[in-house]
Structure formats: C-alpha cells, structure tokens
C-alpha cells in the first residue's frame, strides 16, 4: 500500500502545499472511503443474510462467479453470443 501512495497520491497534492500534510489528508480519505465501502457491503450482507444462506442462493452466486471469471480469464463467451 505504501507504494501506492508514493506513486500515485503526489500528483494530487496541489502546488504550494505542505506534502506531508495533503499527503496525510489524502491517505486519510482513502481510509475512510474505504471503512465506508466495508460498512455498506457489511450492511447488505446482513440484510441479505437469510437468503445468502439458501443452496439456492449459493448455487447462483457460484455459477455467476465461475462465468465471470472463465469470460474474463479466457476472452469466452457465452453462446448466444457466439452466434451474432
């Protein structure tokens, strides 16, 4: 992660700025961001959490992770698509 921020935040840190401040300030909204994004895939998972337990539910969820990992690994396609 440090590398991350040594690469790609110093091209956000406007000229005439204390780095080591903006720097700081960005590293801290990217954490933020972050804790956001967990807490909102927190709070589906549990108002999903009756449902996500189904084999139903899981059978799905494998299929649709195996096609869009075989699609995106491979450059396959499904069949229809194949066709046009």
Known sequence: ?????????????PPG???FT?????T???ILIG????AVLIG?????????????ARRL???ITARSSASSVSGWHSPTEEGR
């Open 44 to 56: 589906f998972a549990r108002a999903l959490h009756g449902w996500l337990r189904k084999p139903q």
């Open 17 to 19: 700025t204390d780095h």
């Open 35 to 38: 804790l956001l994004w967990s």
């Open 61 to 63: 969820l494998d299929r």
């Open 1 to 13: 992660m440090g590398a991350f921020y040594v690469a790609v935040l110093p091209q956000f840190i």
């Open 28 to 30: 801290t909204v990217h």
């Open 22 to 26: 903006m720097g700081l300030l960005l």
